[in-house]
């Protein structure tokens, strides 16, 4: 048990403070429940911070402000690129991501392919998991997914003059084959808004 416990601690330590840490990449390092344990062990000591079942945060430590934690956007990326998974950012955080909103959401919702899941990363902040069909993970050009999602979000018809004008500027940032391919992705209604500022 000592030496699973050693041995992991090692390994977490030669990583960057404010690195998400997967249990699974240690089950060679002792029998299942040694690695339980130890990872139980870290949490209480302080030295690694439980965001979710198996996964850990090696938190970066500020000595005014305490754990700094990683971005939302960052966290979602690990666990996806861990699972092999394709992930979409939603909602108001797709409102965020593209300058619609200002206002900064503390719960996110990302479509994946992957396993769902919610994750609880700091007082209310989390991220949820939501498996989606395979179609909606399709689409070629990130800005038109948050684009899509976003005005999701918004509501037919409720997109305000400005929010309209700045997803017509961006849009001035992508090939329009690209656009027009991922808009076959999109309710009827987004695609015809969209349509409509190219």
């Not at 209480?44 to 500020?62: M, T, V, W």
């Not at 965020?96 to 990363?121: C, K």
């Not at 993970?137 to 400005?162: D, H, Q």
């Amino acid at each position: 048990m000592q030496s699973a416990h050693n041995q992991i601690k090692n390994g977490i330590t030669k990583g960057k403070r404010g690195k998400i840490i997967f249990s699974s990449n240690f089950a060679n390092y002792g029998t299942d429940v040694a690695v339980r344990h130890t990872f139980s062990r870290l949490c209480k000591s302080g030295f690694l911070i439980r965001l979710s079942a198996g996964i850990y945060l090696y938190p970066e430590i500020d000595k005014e402000v305490g754990v700094i934690y990683p971005s939302i956007e960052k966290i979602a990326k690990e666990i996806a690129k861990q699972e092999k998974a394709r992930i979409i950012p939603t909602g108001v955080y797709a409102l965020n991501a593209l300058g619609l909103s200002t206002q900064v959401p503390m719960r996110v919702v990302f479509l994946t392919d992957g396993t769902p899941r919610m994750i609880n990363i700091e007082g209310e902040a989390s991220i949820k998991f939501k498996k989606t069909a395979p179609k909606y993970l399709s689409f070629k050009s990130k800005l038109v997914s948050l684009i899509v999602f976003a005005l999701r979000e918004i509501g037919e018809n409720k997109a305000t003059a400005e929010q309209l004008a700045r997803i017509k500027e961006l849009l001035q940032n992508e090939k329009q084959e690209i656009i027009i391919n991922d808009l076959a992705l999109a309710p009827a209604w987004v695609k015809n808004t969209i349509l409509k500022l190219l």
